[in-house]
Nanobody, 115 residues
Framework: QVQLVESGGGLARPGESLTLSCTAS????????MGWYRQDPGKQRTLVAL???????NYADSAKGRFTLSRDDAKRTLSLRMNSLKPEDTALYSC?????????WGQGTQVTVSS
């Protein structure tokens, strides 16, 4: 059983920053991967940033150079620092964790970037 809770979304102006956090109900080192995905209304969910158990990361092209993942094992939290936000970043952001081959999702947190 895995529960994921996201926080940190909200309204930001272009160029501003937000930090999204995902807190898990179990040790994050038990997940093979943990990451953030985005979904626009009527669109397929896509990868934003992913971290492997080893700490290696992968970012979507749109996120490279602007977004940064960090993991706090003691707090069971994966955070996504989103800098230089653009209107195109507007989406519902969901936390994902893979445990023993099963995908787990949080409820999502909305990010809106608008001038």
């Amino acid at each position: 059983q895995v529960q994921l809770v996201e926080s940190g979304g909200g309204l930001a102006r272009p160029g501003e920053s937000l930090t999204l956090s995902c807190t898990a109900s179990r040790s994050v080192d038990s997940f093979s991967t943990m990451g953030w995905y985005r979904q626009d209304p009527g669109k397929q969910r896509t990868l934003v940033a992913l971290m492997w158990k080893t700490g290696e990361t992968n970012y979507a092209d749109s996120a490279k150079g602007r977004f940064t993942l960090s993991r706090d094992d003691a707090k069971r939290t994966l955070s996504l620092r989103m800098n230089s936000l653009k209107p195109e970043d507007t989406a519902l952001y969901s936390c994902n964790a893979v445990y023993n081959g099963h995908l787990h999702w949080g409820q999502g947190t909305q990010v809106t970037v608008s001038s």
